[in-house]
């Protein structure tokens, strides 16, 4: 159970003020404290990232019961607020349905007869949720968690959207009318993607490709500074960038496919050389709490700085919270530039019910895919000014500006 509240770390809110500059819009982002939830993480990430031998064509959404990054959406006329999650490793737009049941019984519910712009569409949508975990898990915790793996289903409809105080006259969405048990204590309603159309399900247009292609955009591109630590604000910043949250130039990495945002991966380092020399692609995905590897790759890791494997969770590994200071610092390689995230960067520390606990911010996983894959989540992003760039298939990071112990840059040689 403690590594499960380790897992489910820091809760990232986006809040409804908007100070609009053109068609730049600013979204601020506040940092709350976790709590405990009982789903587990690693086993819908898994799903995640093995959406092509999903049926249905779906993409399975992730658990974001770690560090979530909550935005206000209005839907329909007159208004229907939603409390979504921005995630750049999916790609459609979904809200529950008044049809929802007992699992949707906390969340705010769309009602498409109170809306006059509601426009019917009507086709069926499904998204897979909570199968194919075994292989990282293990038939003893998937026997365990059965009861709770279902689908997420619904059905699409149409109507005005405003993201931000931007506003797409017909967005396609889901209705979902069928949520999975999990989602009942989750903090928010749905989940607006911010990957490419490439990977919808049903090749639904997002949000940002109808703002992109309505010019309604100073550039197709996005931006996120994110707190560090509870109480701070940070910012998304829709449509470009903001040269007073970062210092130096943007390092530009060009996309490697345009439907994650995944980019070429060069190494990883502890200080005892390349650990991931068989990784050549990662993906940057807002939606996923750690840096996730191949578990033979993050083992090693994990022995290098001195992590130990949790017992109850494959692929997790705990740290003694003494020994954090005496830890190696850890540098990623992609685009001809190393970053670097020091201990009390990939560490994460939290008090719960009065016990401090710590853990790794790195966990293993090995995903049904043609190559292996590291996904670099809010462990990263959080540590560095990122831009995401649709326009041009490249995704940009800088250092950012005003932070003590801000993570570094250097261009390898």
């Not at 993409?59 to 979504?84: C, H, M, T, W």
């Not at 005005?160 to 969405?173: A, N, Y």
């Not at 309505?214 to 960038?241: A, H, N, Q, R, W």
């Amino acid at each position: 159970m403690a590594g499960i509240r380790m897992l489910l770390g820091v809760t990232v809110v986006l809040a409804v003020a908007l100070i609009v500059n053109g068609s730049i819009q600013r979204v601020p982002v506040y940092m709350q404290e976790p709590r405990e939830v009982h789903a587990n993480p690693m086993q819908v990430l898994y799903n995640k990232y093995n959406a092509r031998a999903q049926p249905h064509g779906a993409i399975p959404i992730s658990d974001f019961a770690n560090a979530q990054y909550y935005g206000l959406i209005k839907v329909g006329e007159p208004f229907q607020s939603f409390r979504v999650v921005f995630d750049t490793g999916s790609a459609n737009l979904w809200v529950p349905s008044k049809e929802c049941g007992y699992s949707c019984t906390l969340k705010t519910r769309y009602d498409h007869n109170e809306s006059r712009s509601y426009v019917k569409d009507g086709r069926d949508f499904e998204i897979r949720y909570g199968s194919g975990a075994t292989k990282v898990l293990g038939t003893a915790f998937q026997a365990r968690t059965k009861c709770l793996t279902s689908d997420l289903q619904g059905y699409l409809s149409k109507d005005q959207l405003f993201f931000g105080e931007l506003r797409v006259k017909e967005q396609t969405f889901a209705e979902i009318t069928e949520e999975p048990f999990q989602w009942v204590l989750s903090r928010f309603d749905g989940i607006l993607g911010l990957a490419f159309d490439s990977i919808a399900v049903m090749k639904v247009k997002t949000p940002m490709s109808h703002l992109i292609e309505t010019k309604m955009l100073d550039s197709g591109m996005f931006s996120f500074y994110l707190p560090d630590v509870p109480g701070s604000t940070g910012e998304l910043i829709i449509g470009g960038v903001d040269s007073r949250l970062y210092q130096g130039e943007i390092a530009w990495t060009p996309l490697a496919t345009r439907d994650y945002w995944r980019i070429p991966f060069q190494g990883l380092d502890a200080g005892q050389g390349n650990i991931f020399a068989e990784c050549s692609r990662a993906i940057m995905d807002s939606g996923t709490s750690l840096i996730v590897g191949p578990s033979t790759e993050v083992a090693i890791l994990a022995a290098s700085v001195g992590a130990t494997a949790n017992p109850i969770m494959p692929g997790v590994y705990t740290v003694d919270c003494t020994k954090i200071a005496s830890m190696p610092p850890v540098t990623i390689t992609f685009g001809d530039k190393d970053y670097t995230l020091f201990p009390t960067q990939y560490v994460n520390v939290q008090t719960i019910l009065g016990q401090t606990q710590c853990m790794l911010g790195f966990a293993g996983m090995d995903f049904n895919t043609p190559e292996k894959l590291l996904i670099l989540g809010d462990v990263f992003l959080r540590h560095y000014y990122t831009v995401w760039d649709m326009d041009n298939g490249r995704f940009g990071v800088a250092k950012l500006k005003g932070r003590k112990h801000a993570a570094t840059i250097v261009a390898t040689m």
